[in-house]
Structures are given as C-alpha cells and as structure tokens.
C-alpha cells in the first residue's frame, strides 16, 4: 500500500505556498523541501500553517490538507438536499482527520464528522489562514 505524504506551508518571505516535505529542526525552525529537476529547494514557513496533506482529493481534484475549508452536499433522511461546511484537522482520539463544522451543537460544543463520510461533492472553498471570513459565515 502506497499513499502520499507531503506538507504545506506559507513562507516567510513573501507568505506563498509551497509544498514538498516537512523538516523542523531542534530549535522549532520549520521549512518545506521541494525537489524540482532533481535540485532541492528550501523554504522557510510560518510553523503555525503547515497543514498536512489527506490523501483525498475534492471534485474539482484539488488536494486537500489541513486547515482547508471545505463544503460537501448533505441529506436529511427525507432525501432534501442541503450544503454543509467545515474546517479539516486531524483528531488523535478519532485517529483520522475531520471535519469540523462552523456550527456549534446544543451544548455548545462544534460538530465533527469524519473526512471519508463528507466525500459527496465535496469542494476545497478556502482555507483557515487566508479565509477567516468563510468559518465566520461571510462570503460563500
């Protein structure tokens, strides 16, 4: 079984992403290594945005990681259609990633779904560094 494992982050320097592998040094310094014609590339990034990939992919086939906001199409059980949304994160008591729905529950506490069960038209609408707004209930 073979499965993909990369990183992202946003640099320093000029707050782009990049992808590639994940090094963080003794002292909490962060970069992404990419390999690009068979030269390696370091970046500096920002530790608190590195997200890492989930294996999956939305309809569109863009990659999906970490702090990503996504949106996927939900049914009741009388078969109405309706647009859910939440931020992807990686739970170690579930031991997989979810989602995390921007509504909160009766008791106050968010709702989670797992990742894998969200995978009807599921769309990669943002993310939670650049997007703040769409957890937020602004722009759609």
Do not use: A, P
């Not at 592998?21 to 920002?46: F, M, P």
């Not at 859910?84 to 009766?106: D, M, P, S």
């Amino acid at each position: 079984m073979s499965r993909t494992i990369k990183f992202r982050g946003k640099r320093f320097d000029n707050g782009e992403w990049v992808y590639g592998n994940l090094i963080i040094d003794d002292s909490g310094n962060c970069e992404i290594v990419d390999y690009e014609n068979n030269h390696e590339i370091r970046y500096d990034i920002r530790g608190e945005t590195i997200g890492q990939y989930t294996g999956m992919n939305d309809r569109g086939g863009k990659e999906i990681y970490e702090g990503d906001i996504i949106n996927w199409l939900s049914f009741t059980f009388g078969g109405q259609g309706f647009v859910e949304e939440g931020r992807v994160e990686w739970r170690q008591v579930e031991g997989c990633y979810v989602v995390v729905n921007r509504i909160e529950t009766k008791d106050g506490r968010e709702s989670i779904q797992l990742l894998i069960r969200c995978t009807r038209d599921l769309k990669v609408v943002g993310n939670i560094h650049d997007d703040h707004e769409l957890l937020e209930g602004g722009k759609q």
